[in-house]
């Protein structure tokens, strides 16, 4: 529907264009704007760390809608998800929730299949190497700020937690995990390229923040939205 919507614009219309919004942002902008730099934008987090956060998110929702006596057929109805973490009406706990497939890697195959790009970790590393800025959620508040600047919009916002933390984040739980569950290697990996990249491109640039011209394309991936200028 995205690519539809856009292929039926007019030049006209997509030069107005200042705003795409999405949780998984398109990938492949620049099919639709060839005259125009587009530069993505995205964050990264530890991902067992990001697995946990989602483990609580989860849980969170499920306790609230069984607190409001939503049936389980509505439940399902409205969030698919929950077939795959609850077996007869009841959560399952961390340990299975691990291991589903709920990987930051999956994101990354987003981002592959729109670019036409083969489904391997070479090629995850290559669509890394296309982003232009790459910030890290454990250390949010820094690198939104110079997001916030490449794009000239305010950076002010409250920032809240509200899911309760069932699972604890503590470096002892995090390093038992990690030895437990070989599956977060090629995670890892992803993870640590990333981060190198962040360390490289954005420090080495001495993030002077240099506001954009007109011309540019900007697209912030995954929860942040994405903004063409």
């Given amino acids: 529907a995205f690519k539809l919507y856009l292929g039926s614009l007019t030049d006209d219309q997509k030069d107005k264009l200042k705003l795409i919004s999405g949780h998984s942002v398109y990938y492949g902008l620049e099919n ?16 067992l760390k990001r697995i946990i956060s989602l483990y609580n998110h989860i849980e969170e929702l499920y306790s ?16 698919p998800v929950m077939k795959k973490v609850t077996i007869d009406g009841k959560l399952i706990n961390f340990n299975d929730f691990l291991k589903l497939n709920f990987s930051q890697f999956g994101l990354m195959k987003f ?6 790009r083969k489904l391997n970790l070479g090629s995850v590393k290559e669509v890394i190497d296309d982003f232009f800025f790459i910030g890290q959620m454990e250390f949010f508040d820094r690198d939104f700020k110079i997001v916030c600047s490449y794009l000239g919009i305010p950076s002010d916002y409250q920032s809240e937690n509200i899911s309760n933390k ?6 002892n739980y995090l390093n038992t995990m990690r030895a437990r569950y070989h599956g977060f290697n090629e995670e890892y990996e992803v993870y640590d390229y990333a981060r190198k990249k962040m360390l490289k491109d954005n420090f080495d640039k001495e993030v002077s923040i240099i506001l954009p011209s007109f011309n540019y394309g900007w697209c912030i991936s995954q929860s942040i939205d994405s903004v063409i200028n």
């Fill in 32 to 47: 639709f704007f060839p005259n125009r730099e587009i530069r993505y934008f995205t964050f990264v987090r530890d991902p």
């Fill in 64 to 79: 609230r809608l069984t607190r409001d006596n939503y049936s389980m057929e509505d439940i399902f109805l409205e969030h």
């Fill in 111 to 116: 981002l592959l299949r729109s670019s036409g």
């Fill in 166 to 171: 069932k699972v604890n984040l503590t470096n």
